[in-house]
């Protein structure tokens, strides 16, 4: 008898806890909804989620008591009485979004609605510098914080986008940072005592294109990312790919000619070596050098090694002939590696990111030019070529979703 109370008891517990496991998944899924969606009637969510009006009250009543939802007026009525619709609380939570290159740091917060508060930081410090930059970091970011004057306690994480090798998995990052055998991520957990996450720079921008930009409510989308490097982020049915240990998007380091120039990563005539934004300005100063006539020398007082990307798309903005054919020599081998990955993935549309979307046209047109020549028809006519208009913050938004969908998303 005892034995058989016990028992039942147990199945209690256990029904209980599923109950409870059961609601905090529901829970999860319905602020990932109006956090992805925006606003929500109760009636929708249902529809969305295949619950009863009873059991989504009881969660929404619940979340809007822990200040996380509220509602925000009243919608449309599909007859009947009008529906109150239902928001997160963008000041519930907030996102500090980091993104470490070589050279720079970018650092921007966010409220829950995806609004970025002031101003994003930059530091003329990043990778190249030594472990100081896990100290730089820190003081910067508390600095921003605090500027913006937010409660150290709402923010529920960070996430921090690297160039270079990263197996996410394991949160490590193979090309930088690595003191001993810790992964970054953890390294960064200590340090800020809150969740991070890490990305890779050009597969957060591909993201931040996904949820943001304009790859949203596309299933296949390519991004490409032309700074100084060339990286590739691919959207697979409106998923992420990561490849099988999370090192796939390394677009930049395919041959292009076996006759070419060593490149850092070790190989021969890679793709970077020819069309990324450091290859550009190492063709201008060798140019230039030879005697080439352009407004470019004035620009850098003569200074021929401080050439940068930049000057290179200002001085083809404002009709240099000389810039304007760098970009769009670069252009025609971009066509022609995109046309591999037109005929492999068959993609809706390929997103031109980075810095090189202030070239807008100069890069784009060479490029639409060229497909015509290496890639199918049947192919080309179905993919769009586009160019990013989140531009820098592409990947400062594409940590957003990650934090948030691992953070207050994850309500336990
Ligand atoms: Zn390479």
Same mark, same amino acid.
């Given at each position: 008898?005892?034995?058989?109370?016990?028992?039942?008891?147990?199945?209690?517990?256990?029904?209980?806890?599923?109950?409870?496991?059961?609601?905090?998944?529901?829970?999860?899924?319905?602020?990932?909804?109006?956090?992805?969606?925006?606003?929500?009637?109760?009636?929708?969510?249902?529809?969305?989620?295949?619950?009863?009006?009873?059991?989504?009250?009881?969660?929404?009543?619940?979340?809007?008591?822990?200040?996380?939802?509220?509602s925000?007026?009243?919608?449309?009525?599909?007859?009947?009485?009008?529906?109150?619709? &239902? %928001? #997160?609380? +963008? /000041?519930?939570?907030? $996102?500090?979004? =980091?993104?470490?290159?070589?050279?720079?740091?970018?650092?921007? !917060?966010?409220?829950?609605?995806?609004?970025?508060?002031?101003?994003?930081?930059?530091?003329k410090q990043g990778l190249e510098n030594t472990e100081d930059i896990f100290k730089v970091l820190k003081d910067e970011c508390n600095t921003h914080i605090t500027n913006q004057n937010i409660d150290n306690n709402l923010i529920l994480g960070y996430g921090i986008t690297v160039p270079g090798l990263i197996d996410i998995k394991k949160g490590m990052s193979l090309s930088y940072l690595q003191f001993g055998n810790q992964p970054i991520e953890k390294s960064f957990r200590e340090l800020f005592n809150k969740p991070v996450f890490i990305e890779?720079?050009?597969?957060?921008?591909?993201?931040?294109?996904?949820? &943001? %930009? #304009?790859? +949203? /409510?596309?299933?296949? $989308?390519?991004? =490409?990312?032309?700074?100084?490097?060339?990286?590739?982020?691919? !959207?697979?049915?409106?998923q992420l790919y990561h490849g099988n240990s999370g090192l796939c998007g390394e677009f930049g380091h395919i041959q292009m000619n076996p006759e070419g120039e060593l490149c850092y990563c070790g190989k021969i005539g890679c793709l970077e070596t020819i069309a990324s934004g450091?290859?550009?300005?190492?063709?201008?100063?060798?140019?230039?050098?030879?005697?080439?006539?352009?407004?470019?020398?004035?620009?850098?007082?003569?200074?021929?090694?401080?050439?940068?990307?930049?000057?290179?798309?200002?001085?083809?903005?404002?009709?240099?002939?000389?810039?304007?054919?760098?970009?769009?020599?670069?252009?025609?081998?971009?066509?022609?590696?995109?046309?591999?990955?037109?005929?492999?993935?068959?993609?809706?549309? =390929?997103?031109?990111?980075?810095?090189?979307s202030d070239a807008g046209n100069l890069i784009t047109d060479p490029i639409q030019q060229k497909l015509n020549k290496y890639a199918m028809q049947r192919l080309k006519q179905d993919t769009t070529i586009l160019l990013s208009e989140l531009k820098e913050k592409a990947g400062l938004m594409g940590t957003l979703p990650i934090v948030v969908s691992n953070t207050i998303g994850a309500i336990e």
């Open positions: 008898m005892r034995a058989a109370k016990k028992k039942d008891k147990e199945q209690e517990k256990t029904k209980g806890s599923h109950q409870n496991t059961k609601r905090s998944i529901l829970t999860t899924k319905i602020i990932n909804i109006i956090y992805k969606d925006g606003l929500k009637t109760i009636a929708e969510l249902c529809e969305d989620t295949h619950n009863s009006i009873p059991s989504i009250t009881q969660i929404m009543n619940e979340q809007t008591e822990a200040g996380i939802v509220k925000f007026g009243i919608g449309e009525s599909k007859g009947g009485r009008k529906p109150v619709l &239902f %928001g #997160l609380n +963008k /000041n519930a939570g907030y $996102v500090v979004s =980091i993104e470490v290159s070589r050279k720079y740091t970018h650092i921007a !917060i966010f409220n829950l609605h995806n609004e970025q508060l002031g101003q994003t930081h930059e530091i890779h720079d050009t597969r957060a921008m591909a993201w931040g294109e996904a949820w &943001f %930009g #304009l790859a +949203k /409510n596309k299933e296949n $989308v390519l991004f =490409i990312n032309i700074g100084s490097g060339i990286g590739l982020g691919i !959207i697979i049915n409106g450091a290859a550009m300005v190492k063709k201008s100063q060798e140019k230039i050098r030879n005697g080439k006539s352009t407004i470019l020398k004035k620009v850098v007082n003569n200074n021929i090694e401080a050439i940068t990307l930049k000057n290179i798309i200002d001085a083809a903005n404002n009709g240099d002939l000389f810039a304007i054919e760098l970009i769009e020599e670069a252009g025609e081998y971009l066509a022609k590696a995109m046309s591999i990955l037109i005929h492999l993935f068959n993609p809706e549309a =390929i997103i031109i990111g980075g810095e090189i």
